[in-house]
């Protein structure tokens, strides 16, 4: 049986985590918590232990602080692993930040869920609804070995798959990658954008559009439009539409908008992040 000191239980992802593995056979978790987060485990009848008791017990040491403690936290606890435990992050920004203390005889491995797709297979209206990824939809997950033995590898993937289930599908990546995914994909670019679109219909609004017909135009407009670029369809934008989308770029993007993926870009984000 595996012990896991799941750092941070009482916190959103602690009780995802917590909700996830507690009951599997495999795994034997220690609650690590302090202050609020200590009543908040005793309300649910869940003990809650001190990092000096259940870390040095542990296999694996999951956090599940924010990404601005990351670093504190592991600079605390690291020293007092065992020697070829794991400690398991569910971000990539401290570790490519090089926030996790210089110890070569454990595992690092960082992990991190992709979301339940927009374009997918489900059929129960729950499911279709899970937008976050909550234990009902199907999502990917990403996860990324950055030092440790490669049967390490093995070890996380399993209990990220738990964590995250059910899962579509589980890709290995590095962890440069994985800060190329979040946040430069997935918020940098991904996520302003579509900032922008809502901002956009508000603006239409502002000048006169019904809320329900831009909000309606702008959503069906999206799904389509994903859906041709996504290559789910075999279609394409009409001939005004690549022009306007030619011409429009030129105004709303900067030319050099693709270096937010460069080295020096992505640790100025991650280093944002793990700041607070």
Not at 99 to 106: A, G, S, V
Not at 140 to 148: E, K, M, N
Not at 185 to 194: D, R, Y
Request: glycine letters at 6%.
């Amino acid at each position: 049986m595996t012990t896991i000191a799941l750092i941070g239980a009482a916190g959103a992802m602690g009780t995802r985590a917590y909700g996830a593995l507690h009951d599997d056979q495999d795994y034997h978790i220690l609650c690590v918590e302090q202050g609020a987060g200590e009543e908040t485990l005793r309300s649910r009848g869940i003990r809650s232990l001190s990092w000096e008791d259940a870390v040095p017990e542990a296999d694996i040491a999951l956090m599940t602080v924010p990404d601005a403690l990351v670093g504190k936290v592991s600079a605390q606890i690291v020293p007092h692993l065992k020697s070829k435990a794991m400690l398991m992050c569910l971000d990539p920004a401290a570790p490519y930040a090089e926030e996790l203390p210089d110890r070569k005889d454990i595992t690092y491995f960082v992990t991190h869920p992709a979301h339940p797709p927009i374009f997918n297979d489900e059929v129960d209206p729950e499911a279709r609804r899970d937008y976050f990824g909550s234990g009902v939809a199907k999502q990917a997950i990403v996860s990324a070995l950055v030092q440790g033995p490669e049967e390490d590898y093995a070890k996380g993937e399993s209990i990220a798959s738990k964590m995250f289930r059910p899962i579509l599908r589980s890709h290995r990546v590095t962890l440069e990658q994985m800060a190329m995914l979040e946040p430069a994909l997935s918020e940098t670019v991904g996520a302003t954008c579509i900032t922008v679109m809502r901002e956009a219909m508000d603006e239409a609004v502002r000048l006169g559009v019904p809320f329900e017909a831009a909000r309606d135009f702008m959503l069906g407009h999206i799904t389509i439009e994903l859906a041709i670029l996504f290559d789910e369809i075999d279609w394409e934008f009409s001939a005004g539409a690549k022009v306007a989308i030619q011409e429009a770029k030129k105004d709303i993007f900067k030319s050099d908008w693709k270096k937010v993926f460069e080295a020096e870009h992505l640790m100025q984000s991650v280093k944002r992040i793990v700041d607070g």
